[in-house]
């Protein structure tokens, strides 16, 4: 009999997310509901406790924000379709805020297994504050994972998708902190003669692997 803990099998970047069918507040969800759109799939350890209150009424106070970036939210915690509807109403009638968007309920884990959302080391039996970015074509592109004592920054989550969603369409990459109408950074050279080439093209360079530019 082996003492060691078995490995949290985690999704992978930039691959196809796990697959799911889920009972939530809204009826039967699966991933490819969201086909087309951006997706934000987010987890709690549980109902009714305060953290968890105020990341829910902070992204229920951004959800238009999101859609506005053709993004939908949803939410997931190892409770039940009856405790996430109590809780709904409780937050509409303790802190007058609506939540709009669906939550999971995933009492067999399923799916919070399958998007590693369970750790060991916090709990087997709850959800971590975990957060993922899936783009339209079902892809993973970022991961986030918070410990259970600390809520997330919901305006982060709203900037690193302006972030994926710019690198997509201009083909760029974004430095630290970056927010719309900052200089994006140019991909750096990739052969010794675009090297070369590269601090005569017009971008504001400091030396040929570092050039950023305006949009």
């Known amino acids: 009999m082996s003492d060691i803990t078995p490995a ?60 506005q970036r053709n993004a939908e939210l949803l939410g997931l915690s190892i409770d ?4 996430h509807l109590a809780w709904e109403r409780n937050i509409k009638e303790k802190f007058g805020v609506e939540i709009r968007f669906p939550i999971i309920a ?6 919070a297994r399958a998007y590693g959302m369970i750790q060991p080391g916090a709990s087997d039996t709850s959800a971590v504050r975990a957060t993922f970015l899936i783009d339209p074509n079902g892809v993973l ?24 969603q710019t690198s997509d369409t201009h083909k760029v990459a974004t430095p630290e902190n970056w927010k719309p109408g900052e ?6 050279p990739k ?4 090297a070369e080439a590269r601090m005569g093209e017009g971008y504001e ?10 949009l």
Not at 45 to 63: G, L, N, S, W, Y
Not at 80 to 83: A, K, L
Not at 106 to 111: F, T
Not at 183 to 188: E, F, N
Request: aromatic share 14%; charged share 25%.
């Open 141 to 164: 592109r970022a991961m986030v994972y918070y410990p259970m004592t600390n809520g997330r920054s919901i305006d982060e989550f709203l900037r690193l998708l302006d972030a994926l």
């Open 205 to 214: 360079c400091v030396d040929w692997y570092f050039c950023k530019k305006s």
């Open 80 to 83: 039940s379709v009856f405790s």
């Open 8 to 67: 949290v099998t985690l999704p992978r970047l930039n691959e196809p997310a796990p697959a799911f069918k889920a009972e939530t507040t809204h009826g039967i969800k699966s991933l490819e509901d969201y086909r087309g759109k951006w997706l934000v799939l987010f987890s709690h350890p549980a109902d009714f406790t305060p953290v968890c209150t105020t990341e829910f009424i902070a992204f229920a106070e951004r959800h238009d924000a999101f859609q």
């Open 191 to 194: 052969d010794a003669a675009a």
């Open 106 to 111: 995933d009492l067999s884990m399923a799916v």
């Open 183 to 188: 200089k994006v950074i140019v991909p750096p």
